[in-house]
């Protein structure tokens, strides 16, 4: 197999509540965020730590690689609006993403909870050996007066 990192163009994420595998390379998404932008309603858990602005009780980042071969270490990170403070860091060294010529590959990882000190625009960053690929994701407050909230 020889080795050749994917570009930009050929890296796509997707945002959901939640990822499950299934057979044969599939994949479920629930509660798809299309464009990376969603809203987070209700009030702040009375009970959250300090700098602590919201709660989701799962979040997950689903990568689609069409380009680029090879075997590559991966990471996913999301970095706070702030640009200073790191939300997730996942290290998927155990197991190398393989990238096959002709093939797609995706992988993903979930936040069980995701939990931010702001709203604002997110950087999802996802690290493939030495390169890095970089998705805005917009989270912004919802109302806070619907029933149950």
Do not use: H
């Not at 998404?29 to 919201?54: I, R």
């Not at 997110?122 to 619907?146: C, H, N, R, S």
């Amino acid at each position: 197999m020889s080795y050749k990192l994917p570009v930009k163009r050929e890296v796509r994420l997707l945002v959901a509540e939640d990822i499950r595998q299934e057979v044969f390379g599939k994949v479920t998404l629930v509660g798809l965020m299309p464009g990376e932008q969603f809203l987070v309603s209700g009030k702040p858990d009375a009970n959250a730590p300090a700098g602590v602005a919201f709660a989701i009780a799962s979040l997950g980042f689903l990568f689609v690689i069409t380009g680029g071969e090879g075997k590559f270490k991966a990471r996913v990170k999301v970095i706070a609006p702030d640009k200073k403070r790191t939300t997730i860091v996942n290290t998927l060294m155990d197991r190398p993403v393989e990238k096959i010529a002709g093939r797609t590959a995706i992988f993903g990882t979930t936040a069980k909870p995701f939990v931010c000190p702001s709203f604002g625009t997110y950087t999802v960053q996802m690290e493939l050996d030495k390169a890095k690929f970089a998705f805005p994701m917009k989270i912004e407050q919802g109302p806070t007066d619907l029933p149950g909230s």
